[in-house]
């Protein structure tokens, strides 16, 4: 469903990963990690074909492809609902008022429909920026850290989320800033570090991985 041939990113002469190679299927949970300054956005984004490979190729099966990054893509000056009826009109989704007040709803924000979005807190934003995303029902979802500012409660409903994608069959790229949490999610796991993937396996497998090439536990990825 996505599959990256020997993707490099460099900025001037400064080299941020070069010659990842991997290939995502669908029905699946990926989980990206490395250090600051790995380029685990950039390579998102490169998935996403907002950012250009400085080298390599990109190939997307022709499906709908979902990116929750950094930026909520929201109007503050619009209500939730209002949001989602622009991302419905955008989309061309034939969704009725019924169907968006549901996907409110499912991010628990059904009591704030009709309040705009710029008076929200950053965990609301947030969930409303998921709401955004999961109404088009993607067959490839990014998400770039998506628990940033959401709750117990809501990190619950996000992970809740996550599941359902896969067992609908998308393909499912997630880098956490709670790793702890998320790894259970995650079917496979790919890090970054040293400008390069270093690894693309089965979460378990990783800590033996990281010993065996004598990484110290606080300066390996996932401990990052």
């Known amino acids: ?79 939730a609902l209002e949001n989602l009826a622009f991302w419905r009109t955008a989309h061309g989704l034939g969704l009725g008022e019924g169907e968006l007040m549901s996907m409110l709803d499912r991010v628990g924000l059904t009591a704030y429909a009709h309040e705009r979005a710029g008076v929200f807190s ?42 359902a994608a896969r067992q609908r069959g998308a393909c499912v790229v997630l880098i956490s800033h709670d790793l702890q949490g998320d790894v259970p999610l995650a079917d496979r796991l790919l890090a970054l570090a040293g400008r390069k993937l270093i690894y693309d396996g089965i979460p378990a497998a990783f800590d033996g991985f990281a010993t065996q090439k004598g990484m110290a536990a606080e300066g390996h990825p996932c401990c990052a």
């Open 122 to 163: 950053r965990g609301m934003a947030q969930r409303l920026n998921l709401a955004r995303v999961l109404m088009l029902q993607p067959d490839i979802l990014l998400l770039d850290e998506p628990g940033t500012g959401l709750d117990a409660t809501s990190l619950a409903l996000l992970r809740q989320e996550v599941r």
């Open 1 to 79: 469903m996505l599959r990256l041939d020997s993707i490099s990113k460099l900025y001037g002469v400064k080299v941020i990963f070069k010659d990842v190679c991997c290939t995502l299927s669908g029905g699946s949970v990926s989980l990206l990690v490395g250090g600051n300054g790995a380029g685990k956005s950039t390579l998102m984004r490169i998935m996403a074909g907002l950012a250009r490979p400085s080298r390599g190729t990109v190939h997307r099966a022709d499906v709908c492809l979902g990116y929750l990054g950094h930026a909520t893509f929201l109007y503050p000056g619009l209500s």
